[in-house]
């Protein structure tokens, strides 16, 4: 596990111009904690996951956004990653699928990092990169997955001492 940097980077869910997405920064240096942050009322867009997914699984189409709750879809494996089996809200959450850390991206069948924001507005969790500098981290919102981004995780800049 890389040395916690102390540095915190957030990534906001919100509505933008009418539209929900993630606003955050393009990078997350490996150790930094990156903070998840729900700025939207749930009671009127539902909550919102962050989950951790190998790029081919991101939905693309409206059609495979439509189908994502679906067996064998992305979006219904991330809800058996956090322990819904049918209908209901997590059990597990967040869902730790590697070493402790942001650091496992997901597929249908192998499960990945994720966190359940809740149905309480104000909704937030932090965790420490563990990702390897070099590694590309795609996430999306199950909930509503035309909701996704990128990060790249690069190398933690280390303070020079004066001489």
């Not at 996951?49 to 495979?64: E, H, Q």
């Not at 420490?128 to 996430?139: I, P, Y």
Request: hydrophobic fraction near 40%; charge should be negative.
């Amino acid at each position: 596990m890389p040395p916690s940097t102390g540095q915190t980077v957030t990534i906001a869910v919100e509505e933008v111009a009418g539209k929900l997405q993630f606003v955050g920064p393009e990078t997350v240096a490996e150790g930094d904690e990156l903070e998840i942050v729900d700025k939207l009322n749930p009671q009127k867009v539902g909550p919102v996951t962050f989950s951790l997914v190998r790029r081919g699984y991101l939905p693309k189409t409206r059609r495979a956004r439509a189908n994502c709750f679906t067996p064998h879809h992305i979006c219904w494996a991330i809800a058996e990653w956090q322990g819904v089996h049918g209908e209901g809200i997590p059990t597990i959450n967040p869902a730790e699928a590697g070493a402790p850390g942001w650091d496992t991206m997901g597929s249908t069948s192998v499960p990945g990092d994720s966190w359940f924001s809740g149905l309480a507005p104000g909704g937030h969790f932090a965790q420490e990169v563990t990702a390897r500098a070099g590694t590309r981290l795609w996430f999306m919102d199950a909930i509503h997955p035309w909701v996704r981004g990128t990060i790249r995780v690069v190398a933690p800049v280390v303070p020079v001492a004066p001489v």
